[in-house]
């Protein structure tokens, strides 16, 4: 290994050491969300962030300054951005990749396991189901899709109507205040 890749490797160590250390300090001393510190993290890799975001996977890819999120979104765990396609490579001449940014619009949740695809827009207020395949843009506000390939499979506003009564607020429980609850008020759990 050549000096300078050695050398790009340790620093590359020396930041995400310095993550999690930044992780402990806010979350044990400090007592703070240390989501702050992974958005600034990611902001620093490149990509765009509104404010409010809280992110349960990383929001890395191999083109991290190709990825844009808008305000209030949240991202489920095991979600992947895929910002460029290597497959070009064996059909186009020349050529080693397609490449795509994605943007999440402004008050979007992207569910557990999806996979967002090079190119992708989702405007404002678009929910994506849980382990959709996202392969096309949505423009249309207030949707909620799902599938692989994801497709519209309803609305926010239908989706709010029927689970109005349902929605309960556990932000703030420990893990022990929140499962009594829960068990307290089981009436209120949905039923499919």
């Known amino acids: 290994m050549s000096t300078a890749k050695g050398m790009i490797l340790i620093m ?32 620093d890799c490149g990509v765009k962030i509104g404010k409010n975001m809280r992110a349960f996977s990383p929001l890395i890819s191999a083109e991290p300054y190709l990825l ?10 095991g979600v992947k951005f895929t ?45 994506v189901g849980s382990g959709s395949v996202v392969t096309k843009s949505f423009k249309q506000e207030g949707l909620i899709i ?16 029927k689970y109005l009564e349902n929605a309960l607020n556990t932000k703030g429980l420990s893990f022990e205040e929140k499962r009594i609850y829960l068990l307290n008020n089981q009436d209120l759990l949905i039923k499919k």
């Not at 160590?13 to 510190?37: A, G, H, S, T, V």
Request: proline residues 5%; contains cysteine; glycine residues 6%.
């Open 12 to 43: 590359s160590r020396l930041k995400r050491l310095n993550f999690y250390l930044k992780i402990i300090f806010y979350k044990f001393i400090l007592k703070k969300d240390p989501m702050e510190i992974k958005v600034r993290y990611y902001m």
């Open 68 to 77: 844009e999120f808008g305000d209030d979104v949240t991202i489920s765990t």
């Open 83 to 127: 910002t460029h396609d290597n497959s070009a490579s064996k059909v186009i001449p020349n050529s080693t990749d397609l490449f795509g940014r994605i943007k999440i619009g402004n008050n979007c949740f992207i569910g557990q396991n999806s996979l967002i695809l090079p190119g992708i827009e989702l405007v404002d207020n678009i929910i």
């Open 146 to 161: 799902a599938g692989n390939p994801a497709k519209p499979i309803g609305s926010i506003v239908n989706y709010k109507e």
